[in-house]
């Protein structure tokens, strides 16, 4: 797909969030419902689903979230190609490219000359070069469009949560939205004040972040320069957190939300009726982690999972953002290049060929001809089905071509009239009798029903349950699902993880313990929640003596109400199993919402052959702990 630019959006009539003319035959087209998109968010939802790539020192250190210490000598990615990054994007099937310009370490991707903590003073290419031009002039040459990430934290900054630091952030903004080209998203990370290393100060520093950052002016700031940029999260920007990182979206999943500050239970379903046009976008990577970890290389999401996500996802009208982070080369692993080439030929296989094409149209009432049923059929999102203002529950009816086997169904809304479907039905007539395939709520931007079957219908229909206004229906498509290649599984290729397969459990706090050593992301440890006086623990004997760099944890990904994974730990090891000496204690970063593997550094490599993990509190309150996995680092 190429780039969707705000002149071919408008003139696709994608683009224009104005009431739409009169109908040939003068009949008043209905009036929009509640709240509608801008131009800028019509242009965001039609692009569906695209990549994040996370790239920065992070890489290099093994690290999820920087210290904002890191030398930028660290810096040196070996072969990097911002042309296979974005090819094996474009394969899988995503129409843009989010860059992380800046994490929260405050490493600049590109030559600025506010700060020195950027790649001018990296080894890559001497010093000369820019990872955000190559990545934008590479997604530009691929017809994708182009967006970027800045964090708002900056642990290596000295004036962070002071005012300076917020016009050296803007300054930031501006560079970045006037020396790239046309964005079509700048991403802001909710991240905000922490422990950090802050030019040396070396402590912690709480903001009231929208009061300091003033959001409503930097979010003003980025569409002075980018107007048909979507700004994400905070209240007043335009896209919204889907609440998780995991890549599932609620269901149903309301682009609309109340007009006061993010609240992360309604950011994952939104709010029926409420005020905003603020809808959803569902991030997760195609791994665990958000950056590049070499043991994770057996850990990649298979196609089948990918196309699980989509479903929960852009199914559920969100826009779905895969992170895919390249490696210490500066390219995307084989492994996941293979996957993004399996999803995407299948997806693209699947949604070639529209099999209600040829059907015919009726509907219990229409509002005329320029409204008539035969508008879902004609593959243009500008055009839709629409009946008198007073018919809120109509059916539509499609009378399909006979032996077309399908297990697809897409619904549409004509977005620029609002979300107008509260509830609806699918039915479909088969061997002369009629089942109800599915009731569900939301239609919006597209909802895809998933048959557990294909199913070869004589008729199918769409029925309004219940509506505040009269329908306006863009579309109903339907498809067959092509299952992807299977793409065989790689073993990880980081030497210095250590096996599990010899350890064994000595004690721990609850039964179910060999769940963290069996290596499946998909099975945990599961401990009512711990505290200072009862913690939660787990020894185990290593079958050996190695000398260990640190060690690793795997938080449960699964998504369960009343379960976290563990706020911070307590590492000891042994020789013995009888003498213990501390050689870890902290918090693990970001752990509650990113839910990637911890990877905790010994302050200097020691010997043991026993280990044990203490936790004393969840990283958000919750009734249980879980963990899936815990694993030690060997030292070089």
Known sequence: MTDLSRRTLIASGLATAAV???????????????????????????????????????????????????????????????????????????????????????????????????IRNSPYRNGKGDIVREMERATRRAGLSFGLYLSPWDRNHAEYGRPAYVEYFRKQIVELCTGYGELFEFWFDGANGGDGYYGGARDTRKIDAPRYYDWPATIALVHRHQPMACTFDPLGADVRWVGNEDGVAGDPCWPTMPNHPYVQSEGNSGVR??????????????????FYHADEDAKVKTPDRLLTLYDESVGRGTNLNLNLPPDRRGRLADIDVAVLRAFGAAQAATYATDLAQGATATATAERGPAFAAGRVL??????????????????????????????????????????????????????????????????????????????????????????????????????????????????????????????????????????????????????????????????????????????????????????????????????????????????????????????????????ARFLRLSFSATAVPAQKLAIAGISAIAAP
């Open 378 to 607: 004609d593959g243009r999102r500008d055009t839709y089905w629409s009946t008198p203002d007073a018919d809120r529950t109509p059916t539509l009816t499609l009378d399909l071509p006979p032996g077309r086997a399908f297990d697809l169904i897409r619904l549409r809304e004509h977005l620029p009239l609002g979300a107008r479907v509260t509830r609806f039905a699918v039915e479909a007539e088969v061997d002369g009798q009629w089942h109800r395939l599915g009731e569900h709520q939301s239609i919006g931007a597209q909802r895809i029903i998933r048959l557990p079957a294909p199913i070869s219908a004589r008729r199918l229909r769409l029925v309004i349950l219940e509506a505040p206004a009269c329908p306006a229906i863009s579309e109903v498509a339907l498809f067959r699902q092509i299952a992807p290649a299977t793409v065989a599984p790689v073993r990880s290729s980081d030497p210095n993880l250590l096996s599990t397969r010899q350890w064994r459990i000595v004690a721990a706090s609850a039964p179910g313990a060999e769940a963290v050593l069996d290596d499946d992301a998909a099975t945990r440890w599961t401990v009512p929640a711990p505290n200072l006086a009862a913690p939660a623990s787990i020894t185990v004997d290593m079958g050996a003596t190695h000398r260990l760099a640190g060690f690793s944890l795997t938080p449960s990904r699964t998504v369960a109400k009343g379960v976290a994974p563990p706020a911070g730990y307590l590492c000891e090891t042994s020789l013995d199993g009888q003498t213990w000496d501390v050689a870890a204690t902290g918090e693990f970063a970001n752990i509650a919402y990113a839910l990637a593997t911890q990877r905790i550094a010994f302050d200097a490599p020691l010997r």
């Open 20 to 118: 739409p003319a009169f109908g040939a035959a003068g009949i008043a087209p209905p009036r929009p419902w509640g709240a509608t998109p801008s131009v800028r968010q019509l242009a965001w939802h039609a692009r569906e689903q695209y990549a994040f790539v996370h790239f920065s020192i992070n890489t290099f250190t093994d690290r999820e979230w920087g210290y904002g210490d890191e030398s930028p000598s660290l810096f040196d990615p070996t072969d990097f190609s911002a042309d296979q990054i974005v090819a094996a994007a474009k394969a899988g099937g995503m129409r843009g490219i989010i860059l992380t310009a800046k994490h929260h370490d405050g490493f600049c991707l590109w030559p600025t000359r506010l700060t020195e903590h950027c």
């Open 273 to 290: 009726g409420a005020p905003l046009w603020w809808p959803a976008e569902t991030d997760v990577s195609i791994r665990p982690g958000w």
